[in-house]
């Protein structure tokens, strides 16, 4: 079974820390995603990437940035967490495929609270 | 941009059917999915439909598509309390292609 695992369930921060949520696959899924998820609004694309080092923006990247150094492990950074960041994060992945569907592996999520 | 709808909430009682709707904008979807997130977890996927289909029937979910009013369906029948959760509709155009997901309906069974 694939496995999207998240560091921290829940997470408690100050308005102006730096966050980091870090997500691991262990599928060798190359394709890793980072979402927000708020009541009424669904799931948001914030951040995506295809490949190790390679990153492209989603819906609503402004305030965070990512990193990929290493193929399973994708990281979300909040530089200066502010209150409007208070959220469930998730991360998914997914296999390339030339053809077919794009089935996303959820992990668990993490809910920020900042303060 | 591509967008995907969903009623908010939807309420059954046990052992009747759930019938969760969604509509979605992007004519070159090739794929449409049903995802089901139960309380405090992730997103895991339900069943998915192709775009040259009408109906997909596994066990008890049935999906329906129109494709010419871009709405999509799922129908659960004989719904237990089990079934309580988030229902996300969501659809990509294949091939290692963005997903776009819908804002989720959130289906309560009273027993």
């Known amino acids: 079974d694939v496995k999207v695992t998240q560091s921290s369930r829940y997470l408690v921060k100050r308005t102006g820390e730096k966050v980091f949520l870090e997500c691991v696959q262990d599928m060798d899924h190359e394709n890793m995603f980072w979402y927000r998820q708020d009541p009424g609004l669904g799931l948001r694309l914030i951040y995506f990437s295809y490949d190790v080092k390679m990153k492209e923006k989603g819906d609503i990247p402004e305030g965070y940035s990512v990193s990929r150094e290493k193929k399973e492990r994708f990281s979300l950074i909040l530089e200066s967490a502010s209150t409007n960041q208070t959220s469930m994060y998730l991360c998914a992945s997914s296999p390339n495929v030339i053809t077919g569907t794009d089935t996303q592996y959820f992990g668990p999520g993490t809910r920020l609270t900042v303060l | ?111």
């Open chain 2, 1 to 111: 941009g591509e967008d995907v709808e969903q009623s908010l909430f939807l309420s059954v009682r046990e052992g009747d059917s759930s019938v969760i709707n969604c509509t979605y904008t992007d004519s070159s979807s090739t794929y449409l999915y049903w995802y089901k997130q139960e309380p405090g977890a992730g997103l895991q996927l339900l069943t998915y439909i192709f775009s040259n289909m009408d109906m997909k029937q596994d066990q008890r979910l049935t999906v329906l598509l129109n494709k010419k009013d871009k709405h999509l369906s799922l129908r659960i029948a004989d719904t237990q309390t089990g079934d309580s959760a988030i229902y996300f509709c969501a659809e990509s155009p294949g091939g290692y292609q963005k997903v776009t997901f819908g804002t989720g309906t959130k289906l309560q069974v009273i027993p």
